[in-house]
């Protein structure tokens, strides 16, 4: 009998034909995330002007494998191509060993072709121990029981104390459709911290592109918004991605109190994970996330130098960026949502 040959592999870029085939291999593979689905192809197109390449691997008509990949190149900070900017989780997912070298292979022949300083991918488990790793970066995610009562009894009993005062004070949260209410607290939060926050474009199209995947939820108090979240639902987990409150939420305890809303609901609803996302090791929201009871887990951020002599460090800890965060915390919120997304669309 002659041997049966197999299909040779074939590393292509995603067009809209082949978008349908990409989510359906997203949606079945383990490895894959929210972050992996053809949707943020457009999303980073549009909303910052990143080109990108969504490289697929396909054997005799089969997916075997996906690697989103967009560059930024940006003057201040760096030019690089990166799975997936603006995205916690990012690198290639895939079937078998075969498909992620051969994705990889071709990542790292585009970056050479592109002349990036360099190549990042945003893995969960480590895949390259040979590449450079990004220290420091840890996700939090936790198994939640169906019912909200005990998740309850399982929050620290200091954190559940701050959940209370938040009930107590009678906060509301609602689920809406519109998205520019969220990115006005959103946009006053992270000046506070020092950061420029991106345009509501980019919230409007996380919204239009996702759909009931991607959820807004408004905290409310006496009528008036003192916090909102932006979160994203991807098989049996919930994420909770662009989150924050107007000074009136401190005292109300109002992030507590809506970090404790979604998780309610989402396990209502048969949500199984929750995912609090990145931090940096020793961060204030690190802190937080730690309080809640759940344990960081390191990120391997790997990278792969092609014109860089080093990997520069664009994270806001980088003691080159501290006069920058002081001085933009002092900024009138005006003019810091009129210069902001100039800058944070290169610092995905």
Known sequence: MLAEVRPQLVVRTLDDAAAARWDAFVEACPEATFFHRAGWRRVLEEAFGHPTWYLYAERGGEIQGVLPL??????????ALISTPFCV?????????????????????LAEELGVQYLEL???????????RRPHYVTFRKVIDPDPEVNLRAVPRKQRAMIRKGIEAGLEAEVVEE??????????????LGTPVFHRRYLRLLKETFGEACEVRLVRHRGEVVAGVMSFYFRDEVLPYYGGGRAAARDLKANDFMYWSLMADACRRGVRVFDYGRSKVDSGSYRFKKHWGFTPEPLHYEVLPVRARRIPDVSPRNPRYRLFIAAWRRL?????????????????
Request: hydrophobic share 45%.
């Open 332 to 348: 009138p919120l005006a003019v810091a949502n009129r210069l902001g997304p100039w800058l944070a669309r290169d610092l995905g």
């Open 70 to 79: 967009a560059r930024i190149r940006s003057r201040l900070f760096a030019d």
């Open 89 to 109: 989780y990012g690198g290639a997912a895939a079937r078998d060993e075969t498909a992620r070298a051969a994705l990889e292979a071709r990542a790292a022949a």
């Open 179 to 192: 998205t520019d209410t969220l990115h006005a607290v959103y946009a006053e939060s992270v000046r506070n």
């Open 122 to 132: 945003r893995n969960r488990a480590p895949r390259r121990p040979e590449w450079h």
